[in-house]
Protein backbone atom coordinates (compact mmCIF):
# COMPACT_ATOMS: atom_id res chain seq x y z
CA UNK A 1 0.00 0.00 0.00
CA UNK A 2 1.58 3.09 -1.19
CA UNK A 3 0.96 6.34 0.57
CA UNK A 4 -0.32 9.64 -1.19
CA UNK A 5 2.49 11.98 -0.60
CA UNK A 6 5.04 9.35 0.11
CA UNK A 7 8.61 10.72 -1.87
CA UNK A 8 6.87 13.76 -2.25
CA UNK A 9 7.88 16.88 -0.61
CA UNK A 10 4.53 19.08 0.59
CA UNK A 11 4.51 22.93 0.03
CA UNK A 12 6.19 23.52 3.58
CA UNK A 13 9.56 21.17 2.92
CA UNK A 14 10.52 22.86 -0.27
CA UNK A 15 13.60 24.27 0.11
CA UNK A 16 15.76 27.26 -1.69
CA UNK A 17 19.50 27.08 -1.65
CA UNK A 18 19.07 23.83 1.26
CA UNK A 19 17.43 26.32 3.26
CA UNK A 20 13.64 25.27 4.74
CA UNK A 21 11.27 27.89 2.72
CA UNK A 22 9.12 27.81 6.56
CA UNK A 23 5.75 26.41 7.60
CA UNK A 24 4.04 29.31 6.71
CA UNK A 25 0.35 28.04 7.77
CA UNK A 26 2.23 27.79 11.33
CA UNK A 27 3.75 30.89 11.80
CA UNK A 28 0.31 32.65 10.37
CA UNK A 29 -1.77 30.60 13.35
CA UNK A 30 0.85 31.42 15.63
CA UNK A 31 0.95 35.11 15.22
CA UNK A 32 -3.00 35.18 14.67
CA UNK A 33 -3.33 33.45 18.13
CA UNK A 34 -0.09 35.88 20.02
CA UNK A 35 -1.89 38.69 18.51
CA UNK A 36 -5.13 37.75 20.12
CA UNK A 37 -3.43 37.52 23.53
CA UNK A 38 -1.71 40.64 23.13
CA UNK A 39 1.32 39.69 23.16
CA UNK A 40 2.42 40.50 19.45
CA UNK A 41 5.59 42.47 18.35
CA UNK A 42 5.60 45.81 20.35
CA UNK A 43 6.11 48.33 18.24
CA UNK A 44 4.53 51.58 18.12
CA UNK A 45 4.96 52.46 13.90
CA UNK A 46 1.62 50.42 12.70
CA UNK A 47 -2.03 50.53 14.03
CA UNK A 48 -3.65 48.21 11.27
CA UNK A 49 -4.14 45.11 12.40
CA UNK A 50 -3.36 42.75 9.04
CA UNK A 51 0.17 44.85 9.13
CA UNK A 52 0.87 43.85 12.41
CA UNK A 53 -0.11 40.39 11.48
CA UNK A 54 2.25 40.23 8.78
CA UNK A 55 4.78 41.45 11.04
CA UNK A 56 3.93 38.69 13.88
CA UNK A 57 4.20 36.63 11.05
CA UNK A 58 7.98 37.73 10.07
CA UNK A 59 8.74 37.32 13.49
CA UNK A 60 6.88 33.62 13.52
CA UNK A 61 8.89 32.53 10.59
CA UNK A 62 12.32 33.61 11.65
CA UNK A 63 11.48 31.55 15.00
CA UNK A 64 10.99 29.10 13.57
CA UNK A 65 13.86 28.77 10.78
CA UNK A 66 16.98 26.69 12.79
CA UNK A 67 19.35 30.42 11.30
CA UNK A 68 16.88 32.70 11.68
CA UNK A 69 16.48 33.16 8.10
CA UNK A 70 12.67 32.83 5.71
CA UNK A 71 11.51 32.71 2.79
CA UNK A 72 8.70 35.40 1.95
CA UNK A 73 7.16 36.58 -1.25
CA UNK A 74 5.00 39.59 -2.27
CA UNK A 75 2.22 37.39 -3.58
CA UNK A 76 2.71 35.02 -0.12
CA UNK A 77 2.15 38.09 1.65
CA UNK A 78 -0.36 39.45 -0.74
CA UNK A 79 -2.41 36.38 0.13
CA UNK A 80 -1.77 36.61 4.14
CA UNK A 81 -3.38 40.50 4.15
CA UNK A 82 -5.40 40.24 1.54
CA UNK A 83 -3.79 42.87 -0.59
CA UNK A 84 -2.20 43.31 -3.86
CA UNK A 85 1.47 42.58 -4.51
CA UNK A 86 2.84 46.29 -5.01
CA UNK A 87 1.24 46.93 -1.39
CA UNK A 88 2.39 43.42 -0.13
CA UNK A 89 6.41 44.79 -1.40
CA UNK A 90 6.08 47.77 -0.31
CA UNK A 91 5.24 46.89 3.28
CA UNK A 92 8.19 44.27 3.08
CA UNK A 93 10.13 47.39 1.77
CA UNK A 94 9.01 49.65 4.99
CA UNK A 95 9.68 46.91 7.42
CA UNK A 96 12.88 47.01 6.43
CA UNK A 97 13.55 50.60 6.50
CA UNK A 98 12.16 50.78 9.80
CA UNK A 99 14.79 47.91 11.15
CA UNK A 100 12.36 44.94 11.80
CA UNK A 101 13.59 42.90 9.02
CA UNK A 102 16.89 42.83 6.55
CA UNK A 103 17.33 41.30 3.26
CA UNK A 104 19.17 38.37 2.86
CA UNK A 105 21.44 37.64 0.14
CA UNK A 106 21.37 39.31 -3.50
CA UNK A 107 18.25 40.04 -5.15
CA UNK A 108 16.88 37.39 -7.52
CA UNK A 109 16.21 38.83 -10.75
CA UNK A 110 13.02 39.61 -12.08
CA UNK A 111 11.58 37.89 -9.12
CA UNK A 112 9.76 39.54 -6.29
CA UNK A 113 10.82 36.45 -3.69
CA UNK A 114 12.93 37.26 -1.18
CA UNK A 115 14.50 35.55 1.71
CA UNK A 116 14.86 37.98 4.89
CA UNK A 117 16.42 37.81 8.84
CA UNK A 118 14.38 39.42 11.98
CA UNK A 119 16.48 41.75 13.20
CA UNK A 120 14.35 43.83 15.29
CA UNK A 121 15.06 43.17 19.25
Known sequence: ?????????????KTSKGRNRGP?????????AHLAEGAGVRQTCFVSESVCLLLQ???ELSRLSPDGVFFLSHRM????????NQT???LLAQF?????IEKVGKPKEKRDAQE??????
Open 1 to 13: MVKKNQGRKTENE
Open 24 to 32: LGQAILAAK
Open 57 to 59: VCY
Open 77 to 84: VARIIRTT
Open 88 to 90: AGN
Open 96 to 100: CQDGF
Open 116 to 121: YRWIWN
